[in-house]
């Protein structure tokens, strides 16, 4: 038997979710990562200080980080609605404990989201505290797509979108592969963003003119760079950054052709799913060249990350939702 209550927690968690991910985005693409210079307040206040003398005292403690309203409201925003997510998320758990004697409570799967929702407290935490470091804001980054992915799980478990659960066949090695690029994809994706190399190319599809660029690939995906002193802006020669952004556009070469044989598959077996694989598709390329064409204009930088998120959805309920057949809504 499902929950019902559960199903609709799960159903507010995935636009909650969404919204974390998406204002994330925003914030980490502003450059207002470092919008409050200290964790969980700002500038030591819950609020972003407004008022002069609060102004001055924050200055005070924290002369190298002047107050900007516009991107420690960001950062606060962004933090505020994570909070609110996590305890959706443990209303959640709370609830399946307390069904734990019927069948089918999803205990297990509550019990893991919540505790990479406390990782995901603790990275955004290392975010600021270790000056955007890439490793940890690409940490960040995952987190926040796998807390998505989790919890869209849930709501299919519970019972959401059965009739789309019910006609899905059991996953082809092309879902699956599909599935892993698309992750690795992600990854790239962020390792980009973290180390500022999304316009590391100026133009398309070329880079700077040349189908093979100067590229410092052993800098570029060094993972294992020093902390800091601090990573606005970012650290890195031009030719790392250049590696970082061709890899990345190889990839998404690689995930068009995967996913869109894919599209091709899915579209014989559930035609929404199909459809709705070929949109996230269609939409995530174009965005991404977009930003390239365009020299990354903020919301449509934004509205990449979203998309590359609803692709994964997708992929997720390719992938994961036939095994949840067994679990029928109540009538």
């Known amino acids: 038997m499902v929950n019902a209550q559960i199903r609709k927690l799960a159903g507010f968690g995935v636009i909650f979710a969404l919204l974390v991910v998406s204002v994330g985005a925003y914030t980490r693409l502003a450059d207002a990562g470092l919008g ?12 972003v200080p407004d008022q002069a003398d609060e102004i001055s005292l924050a200055e005070t403690l924290y002369p190298d980080a002047p107050v900007e309203f516009a991107k420690a409201w960001w950062e606060m925003g962004h933090r505020y609605i994570a909070g ?6 443990f209303l959640m758990l709370v609830k399946a404990y307390r069904g734990r004697q019927t069948e089918d409570t999803p205990l297990t799967l509550t019990g893991v989201l919540m505790v990479v929702i406390l990782c995901q407290a603790a990275f955004g935490a290392w975010t600021v505290t270790l000056k955007l470091w890439p490793q940890v804001v690409t940490g960040h980054l995952l987190g926040g797509f796998t807390t998505l992915s989790l919890i869209w799980l849930l ?14 066949p059991a996953p082809s090695l092309l879902a699956k592969v599909a599935f892993v690029a698309v992750v690795i994809q992600i990854i790239l994706g962020g390792w980009v963003s973290s180390n500022y190399a999304a316009l590391a190319c100026y133009d398309f599809p070329s880079c700077d003119g040349t189908y093979s ?14 902390v800091g002193p601090n990573y606005l802006g970012g650290l890195m020669t031009s030719e790392a950054r250049t590696a970082i952004h061709w890899v990345h556009r190889i990839g998404a070469l690689i995930v068009l052709c995967v996913v869109g044989g894919l599209v091709v598959q899915m579209v014989k077996q559930v035609a929404v799913v199909g459809y709705a694989l070929l949109a996230a598709l269609v939409i995530q390329i174009t965005l991404g060249i977009l930003n390239v064409v365009w020299v990354l204009p903020l919301l449509n930088a934004t509205a990449h990350n979203t998309v590359g998120a609803l692709l994964l959805l997708v992929l997720v309920t390719i992938n994961f939702a036939p095994r949840l057949r067994t679990v029928q809504p109540n009538v």
């Open 36 to 47: 409050c210079p200290d964790w969980p307040g700002c500038y030591g206040f819950l609020t």
């Open 155 to 168: 709501y299919l478990r519970q019972g959401g979108a059965s009739r789309i659960v019910q006609a899905l």
């Open 213 to 226: 660029p100067p590229m410092d690939l052993q800098q570029g995906f060094n993972v294992f760079q020093s």
């Open 84 to 89: 609110a997510l996590l305890l959706l998320v």
